[in-house]
């Protein structure tokens, strides 16, 4: 775990933790210190108000917050903090994350929640947002996330020739 994260990473439950991980992957891939933790905001309301109102003096960039279900977490910590908080929906009822994604994408006016896709593609892209903030204060975080896009490039183009070649 960092001393000093500059992304905090929360989820409702441990279930969370199977998509929730992609988001981890990413940020420690591009170089980017992130805390991770279980954080309710109905289960623990307390816990999780407090984490989102001292974030911004421990220097945190970027809040990512999956749930899902009535997926309100994204929006308590948005409530508590004006460092920007991206919201990842989950799917974890029989409605497969649309109820996550419509709960967590429709806050009112004045506490934004930037809301990604629902699952891994949601938590991958969260992490990218997050990092691309911590990229304005930081040129060595800007240089991760253009090698990562140069090396898919280059495997794209080197598929694509591949396919041309045998076709
Ligand atoms: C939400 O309810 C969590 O974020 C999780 O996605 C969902 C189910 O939680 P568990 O019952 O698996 O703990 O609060």
């Known amino acids: 775990m960092a001393d000093n994260p500059k ?42 108000a407090a984490l989102a109102a001292g974030a911004r003096e421990q220097g945190v960039r970027a809040i990512i917050a999956g749930a899902g279900a009535a997926a309100h977490l994204a929006g308590a910590f948005a409530a508590r903090t004006t460092i920007p908080v991206i919201g990842v929906p989950l799917a974890a009822t029989p409605l497969a994350g649309l109820d996550a994604l419509l709960a967590t994408v429709q806050m009112p006016g004045g506490f934004p929640v930037g809301t990604m896709a629902i699952g891994k593609p949601g938590a991958q892209n969260a992490a990218f947002f997050a990092a691309s903030i911590v990229s304005l204060e930081d040129p060595d975080v800007a240089d991760a996330i253009t090698a990562w896009r140069e090396k898919k490039a280059a495997a794209a183009a080197a598929a694509s020739a591949e396919l041309e070649a045998s076709s």
Do not use: F, Q
């Not at 109905?42 to 999780?48: G, L, Y």
């Open 7 to 48: 992304v905090l990473i929360v989820m409702g439950s441990t279930s969370d933790l199977p998509i929730m991980r992609e988001a981890k992957k990413i940020l420690d891939m591009l170089g980017v210190a992130s805390r991770v933790g279980v954080y309710s905001a109905h289960r623990t309301p307390e816990r999780s």
